[in-house]
Structure formats: structure tokens, C-alpha cells
């Protein structure tokens, strides 16, 4: 059975746009919380792959997206390499052990942690198992760049001070770390595809930290040989990027993917003007406009103005907020799916 998403992905028509929102599965659901009670924590759930199937299923079974995303989070690839890592409650994540010189990197494990990662590789087995067989499964992973923020600024920042103190400091030592992994990530997704995941998505949430030479050079350098490796071993399954941020840098993006995630900060009409000729572009409604059922109509029929008779995968342009009520997330769904019919 064709997957509407998967065919949105590779540019072929379909009776509707595709849409899915990023953070799908998580807080504004009461079955999510639910679930991570019964887990105990967050990292309990990413690691039990019956809990952490059950919440990536509940967004399409609840708010009818056309994709499911598996159920885990970028930060479980350094964790697994060899970094401590805790979620602070209010705090977000944290690694109390941060990378601070070669000595610590050398500690870290590039084929112990792609191997250490079974448990992801076991919820998309489930996941894959029980999802309708029309419904699409992303897989993901961090950028080699926003990880490698949080393995050395130890959390989130609001100056990037440490990390970037070593780009213009100690390049050689940041591109280790960058290269490390980045080989992690090459088995990770390979071995993601290979558990059923149907396409993979790269997030380099920490892109706008840097200004254009230092994006291309230390970000997406890296994700252009994330993706030249995926593409030449999995050529069917599609890849989107999503490089938040960075809507000055767009004529230089180029590389071996198939969709471009635009974050909310860049107009649909500038990414389509910049890319839409290359790739399929995905977003980019203003995730807070879901406070609103007549921010939610504007904000659809915006991009639907832009995206009309174009190739396109409907999203917003970051994360559902955790306040967000759930009847208004179902019908942002609802409305794309009805509005872009048979454009
Ligand atoms: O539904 C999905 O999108 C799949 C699951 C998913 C999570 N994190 C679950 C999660 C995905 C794709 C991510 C990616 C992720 N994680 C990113 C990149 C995407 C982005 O938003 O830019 C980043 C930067 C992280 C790191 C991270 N994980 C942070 C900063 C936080 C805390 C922020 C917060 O909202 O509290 C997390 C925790 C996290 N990851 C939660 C979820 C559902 C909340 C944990 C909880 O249940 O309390």
C-alpha cells in the first residue's frame, strides 16, 4: 500500500498534503502523561520500547497525523557513547560530565553506541509492527552541531560561550568531536532504516548559533555527509533536514536529501523561492497559532497560498507546546488535510 507521506516525500502527487506536527507525541497529551508515569521518567520510557511504541502510536491514533515520529530523543546518542546524561525536571537536559578535552572524547564509544541504541531500534521494530499500512514512520537523529552543543556546554545555553570558544580556538578538536559523531549518527540511522524506519529526520535545533561561515564549515558540513551516506546505502528512503534558523543562509544549501524543514522564522515564500525548485519543503506553521482555531484557518491558508500545486509535507515550524489543547491540535489536522484536498 502506498504511504501518501512517503510519496509527498519523493515528489509524486497526492489527494492531500501530508501533515504532522514536530513533538507530536509528548506533554499536551494526557495518554502521553500517562504513559511516562507508568514509565517513571523520561529516559525510562525512550528505554522501554512497548511504552515508548504505545506513545509514538497515540498522535496518529488520536490526532490522525499521516506520519508517525518513533518515540526517543536526539540526546540519547552521547548518552550512549559514554556521557552521563539527566533530565532535570524544569531544567531540561543536562550532562553533568560534560566534553571538556581529547582526553574525554577519546572515552567516548562510536560502534558501543550505535549498538548500546537497541532499544531504539526495537521500539521501530514495534512501532512498524502495529502501524497502519498506510501511515508513514520517521526515524531521527540530532546534527553532529547540536549535539555536540549540549556534549560541551553540558545543557541548553543562551551564548553558546564554550562551543563556540573552541570553533575559534581549537577547531581541530571541535572537527573531532564532529567526525565522532558523525560516524555514530551513520549507524544509528542505517540502523534505524534497516529496524523499519521509512524516512529519517536530522534536527540541528542550535543552527542560528552561528553566523555563515562557521554554519557551513562546523554544521553542515557534517550533515552533507550524514546524508550523502544514508542516500548511497538507502536510496528510498527519504531524508529531511531541518536546520532551524538559518533562513540568511538558504543559497547555500545544498547536498543529497530530499526535504527541507522550514522553522517558523522563515517565510514559506523565501524557502520556496531559494529551494522549492530542489527540494520538497516541509513546515512551517507558527506553532503557537494552535492557541487559536482563527490563528490555526490564517495560518493554514497562508502557506496553502504559497504551497499551492507545489511539492509539500505539512508541519509546523518547531514543537506542539505542552499547553496546547489537544481539540485544537486535531484540528489543525483536520483542516490541512480537508483544505489541501484535490488543490
Ligand atoms: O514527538 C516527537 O517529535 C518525537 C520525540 C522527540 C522528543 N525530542 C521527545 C521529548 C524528538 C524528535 C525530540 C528531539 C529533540 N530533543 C530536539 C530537537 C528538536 C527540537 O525541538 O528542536 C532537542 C533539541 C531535544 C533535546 C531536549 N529533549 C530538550 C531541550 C528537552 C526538554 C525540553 C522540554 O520540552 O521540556 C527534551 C525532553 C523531551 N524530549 C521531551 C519530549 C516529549 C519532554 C520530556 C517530558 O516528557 O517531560
Same mark, same amino acid.
Given at each position: 500500500?502506498?504511504?501518501?507521506?512517503?510519496?509527498?516525500?519523493?515528489?509524486?502527487?497526492?489527494?492531500?498534503?501530508?501533515?504532522?506536527?514536530? =513533538?507530536? @507525541?509528548?506533554?499536551?497529551?494526557?495518554?502521553?502523561?500517562?504513559? =511516562?508515569?507508568?514509565?517513571?521518567?523520561?529516559?525510562?520510557?525512550?528505554?522501554?520500547?512497548?511504552?515508548?511504541?504505545?506513545?509514538?502510536?497515540?498522535?496518529?491514533?488520536?490526532?490522525?497525523?499521516?506520519? @508517525?515520529?518513533?518515540?526517543?530523543?536526539?540526546?540519547?546518542?552521547?548518552?550512549?557513547?559514554?556521557?552521563?546524561?539527566?533530565?532535570?525536571?524544569?531544567?531540561?537536559?543536562?550532562?553533568?560530565?560534560?566534553?571538556?578535552?581529547?582526553?574525554?572524547?577519546?572515552?567516548?564509544?562510536?560502534?558501543?553506541?550505535?549498538?548500546?541504541?537497541?532499544?531504539?531500534?526495537?521500539?521501530?521494530?514495534?512501532?512498524?509492527?502495529?502501524?497502519?499500512?498506510?501511515?508513514?514512520?520517521?526515524? %531521527?537523529?540530532?546534527?553532529?552541531?547540536?549535539?555536540?552543543?549540549?556534549?560541551?556546554?553540558?545543557?541548553?545555553?543562551?551564548?553558546?560561550?564554550?562551543?563556540?570558544?573552541?570553533?575559534?580556538? !581549537?577547531?581541530?578538536?571541535?572537527?573531532?568531536?564532529?567526525?565522532?559523531?558523525?560516524?555514530?549518527?551513520?549507524?544509528?540511522?542505517?540502523?534505524?532504516?534497516?529496524?523499519?524506519?521509512?524516512?529519517?529526520?536530522? %534536527?540541528?535545533?542550535?543552527?542560528?548559533?552561528?553566523?555563515?561561515?562557521?554554519? %557551513?564549515? %562546523?554544521?553542515? !558540513?557534517?550533515?552533507?555527509?550524514?546524508?550523502?551516506?544514508?542516500?548511497?546505502?538507502?536510496?528510498? !528512503?527519504?531524508?529531511?533536514?531541518?536546520?532551524?534558523?538559518?533562513?540568511?543562509?538558504?543559497?547555500?544549501?545544498?547536498?543529497?536529501?530530499?526535504?527541507?524543514?522550514?522553522?517558523?522564522?522563515?517565510?514559506?515564500?523565501?524557502?520556496?523561492? /531559494?529551494?522549492?525548485?530542489?527540494?520538497?519543503?516541509?513546515?512551517?506553521?507558527?506553532?503557537? =497559532?494552535?492557541?487559536?482555531?482563527?490563528?490555526?484557518?490564517?495560518?493554514?491558508?497562508?502557506?496553502?497560498?504559497?504551497? /499551492? !500545486?507545489?511539492?509539500?509535507?505539512?508541519?509546523?515550524?518547531?514543537?506542539?507546546?505542552?499547553?496546547?489543547?489537544?481539540?485544537?491540535?486535531?484540528?489543525?489536522?483536520?483542516?490541512?488535510?480537508? /483544505?489541501?484536498?484535490?488543490?
Amino acid at each position: 500500500m502506498s504511504k501518501i507521506f512517503i510519496d509527498a516525500c519523493k515528489g509524486k502527487k497526492t489527494p492531500y498534503t501530508p501533515v504532522w506536527m514536530m =513533538r507530536q @507525541a509528548g506533554r499536551y497529551l494526557p495518554e502521553y502523561m500517562e504513559v =511516562r508515569a507508568q514509565a517513571g521518567d523520561f529516559l525510562s520510557l525512550c528505554k522501554d520500547p512497548e511504552k515508548a511504541c504505545a506513545v509514538s502510536l497515540q498522535p496518529v491514533d488520536i490526532v490522525g497525523v499521516d506520519a @508517525a515520529i518513533m518515540f526517543s530523543d536526539i540526546l540519547v546518542v552521547p548518552l550512549e557513547m559514554g556521557m552521563e546524561l539527566k533530565f532535570v525536571k524544569g531544567e531540561g537536559p543536562v550532562f553533568p560530565h560534560p566534553v571538556t578535552c581529547m582526553e574525554d572524547l577519546d572515552k567516548l564509544d562510536i560502534e558501543k553506541g550505535a549498538k548500546n541504541l537497541q532499544y531504539v531500534y526495537d521500539t521501530i521494530k514495534l512501532i512498524r509492527g502495529k502501524l497502519a499500512a498506510d501511515k508513514a514512520l520517521i526515524g %531521527f537523529c540530532g546534527a553532529p552541531w547540536t549535539l555536540a552543543t549540549y556534549m560541551i556546554e553540558g545543557q541548553g545555553t543562551k551564548t553558546y560561550a564554550k562551543v563556540k570558544k573552541l570553533i575559534y580556538t !581549537n577547531p581541530e578538536f571541535m572537527h573531532a568531536l564532529l567526525k565522532k559523531v558523525t560516524q555514530t549518527l551513520k549507524l544509528y540511522l542505517a540502523n534505524q532504516i534497516k529496524s523499519g524506519a521509512d524516512v529519517v529526520m536530522i %534536527f540541528d535545533s542550535w543552527a542560528a548559533a552561528l553566523e555563515e561561515s562557521a554554519y %557551513f564549515e %562546523f554544521s553542515w !558540513n557534517y550533515i552533507k555527509e550524514l546524508v550523502g551516506f544514508i542516500k548511497s546505502n538507502y536510496p528510498d !528512503n527519504p531524508i529531511i533536514v531541518f536546520p532551524k534558523g538559518i533562513s540568511g543562509y538558504l543559497d547555500k544549501i545544498d547536498g543529497d536529501f530530499d526535504v527541507f524543514g522550514v522553522d517558523w522564522s522563515t517565510p514559506i515564500e523565501l524557502a520556496k523561492e /531559494k529551494l522549492g525548485s530542489k527540494y520538497i519543503l516541509q513546515g512551517n506553521m507558527e506553532p503557537t =497559532r494552535l492557541y487559536s482555531k482563527k490563528a490555526i484557518d490564517e495560518g493554514v491558508d497562508k502557506i496553502i497560498k504559497v504551497m /499551492k !500545486n507545489e511539492r509539500h509535507v505539512f508541519n509546523l515550524g518547531h514543537g506542539i507546546l505542552p499547553d496546547v489543547p489537544v481539540e485544537n491540535a486535531k484540528y489543525f489536522i483536520k483542516t490541512v488535510q480537508e /483544505k489541501t484536498k484535490n488543490l
